[in-house]
């Protein structure tokens, strides 16, 4: 009976073999998407430097225009340095924040989860969960690392949320992506008692540890007030332009572990 | 499948992959229309009913080698397995199996280009869909994804009927 039904399990598998391929290979895709340890993939050493050598082909024709772009933040840094020069000396210099500088070897913003992959890794100190931001200004969260290589996930990546507050009115908010236009993003929760002025400069908040406080998100580019909403639908037009992003830099937070370690705590402590 | 056949196909692969990888990963047209040329070396696959299994392992081979450059987890690999499996239909609903064609490479040559242009408008639709809609996870932003999906269709075709053309210049030569 048993060998009966194996035998006929056998030849249906046999005679539908092309359809029963085709729905396993698709069961294994959608686990692959569902499962998302896979993008790890792309931080792999081989990956990497087949991406690196395509990028420094592609990059050759503009590296003077990058090379002038860089002397002339580098002018403007020395500038702020030298306005800043006598306050520096008297202050506490163990600021928590390093900068590691990166190079983007890849990078999307067709999709509506895109992510960035750095040449900095592990080796140089890169870790998952730290900031990423350009002169222009943020651009993600590192999402996961090899030796040689990083992956971040995107400022334009649906699920990531960045702690923000309006510069002039200090204002809290909650700066995230909608998915379509690489150039806009809105900010959430900004209570309706405030007034928020179109042209307004949007910034880190600095509250959650991954970026300093005052890295440059957007400029307010409108905002609505429904009669019915707690809050303002805000519409961002962020400053760094994702499409032409070259030259970054990974923050790195000293005292990150130590903060989040004691806000941990103290939440364990009162729940 | 002649020595001969198999050697296009690995060219077929390598011209492809290399222009997907170098090139047309990184144009994106007005942040909407991007190209997916690798697809025509889907489209282009040998028609054999008995080797279909090894024709969907090779997709979602190619498929997942694309992934890893994208950093996507498996959108590729079930587009491109799902092109080759509905590929076979539209190719006996195109091309009722009759001696020649029925073994021939579905190329620009073979089906001139009217039917191969409704051919692999077809496919990749249906390859820019899957792939679009699989990345949002969500049909929420259907009006900026069907956008999506309308001009990189269009720009995924030019892109493969110029390289076709040029191909088949280059043999007339």
């Known amino acids: ?271 | 499948m002649s020595k001969v056949s198999k050697l296009g196909q690995l060219a077929n692969f390598l011209l492809y992959i290399t222009l997907q990888l170098a090139v047309s990963q990184f144009i994106v047209l007005c942040h909407t229309a991007s190209c997916f040329i690798y697809v025509a070396f889907l489209l282009l696959l040998p028609r054999r009913q008995e080797g279909m299994p090894l024709l969907l392992l090779i997709s979602f081979a190619v498929g997942l080698f694309v992934d890893i450059f994208y950093g996507s987890a498996g959108t590729h690999a079930f587009s491109s397995v799902l092109v080759v499996y509905s590929r076979d239909f539209l190719l006996k609903l195109m091309l009722p199996a009759s001696g020649y064609e029925a073994a021939a490479q579905p190329t620009l040559s073979n089906l001139g280009w009217k039917r191969f242009s409704l051919f692999s408008l077809i496919l990749i639709g249906i390859h820019h869909t899957a792939l679009f809609f699989l990345d949002a996870g969500t049909t929420m932003l259907f009006f900026v994804i069907i956008r999506k999906v309308v001009f990189s269709t269009l720009l995924t075709y030019t892109t493969v009927l110029l390289t076709q053309s040029i191909i088949l210049l280059i043999r007339k030569r």
């Open chain 1, 1 to 271: 009976m048993l060998r009966a039904l194996m035998k006929r399990l056998l030849y249906f598998l046999h005679a539908h073999k092309c359809f029963v391929v085709f729905v396993l290979l698709e069961f294994i895709s959608v686990f692959l998407i569902v499962n998302d340890k896979f993008y790890k993939a792309s931080a792999s050493y081989a990956v990497g430097s087949i991406q690196n050598f395509i990028s420094a082909v592609k990059n050759y024709p503009i590296l003077k225009e990058e090379n002038a772009k860089l002397l002339h933040e580098n002018a403007m840094l020395r500038d702020k340095l030298l306005q800043v020069a006598e306050p520096i000396v008297q202050l506490d210099i163990t600021a928590p924040h390093h900068l590691v500088p990166a190079q983007v070897i890849n990078n999307s913003i067709v999709g509506t989860k895109n992510y960035l992959t750095l040449n900095k890794g592990a080796m140089h100190g890169v870790e998952p969960g730290m900031g990423v931001v350009s002169t222009a200004g943020i651009v993600g969260r590192v999402k996961a690392v090899s030796d040689h290589f990083a992956t971040v996930t995107s400022l334009l990546h649906t699920a990531m949320q960045v702690s923000a507050k309006i510069s002039n009115s200090k204002v809290l908010g909650t700066v995230q992506w909608p998915g379509s236009n690489p150039l806009r993003a809105q900010m959430l929760y900004v209570p309706r008692h405030v007034p928020v002025e179109p042209g307004d400069t949007v910034v880190t908040s600095g509250y959650n540890a991954t970026f300093s406080a005052g890295v440059l998100i957007g400029h307010i580019k409108q905002a609505k007030l429904r009669k019915e909403s707690p809050f303002y639908d805000i519409e961002l037009h962020l400053s760094t332009d994702f499409s032409t992003l070259q030259h970054v830099y990974v923050v790195k937070n000293d005292w990150k572990l130590e903060q989040v370690d004691l806000e941990q705590h103290t939440k364990a402590f009162y729940e």
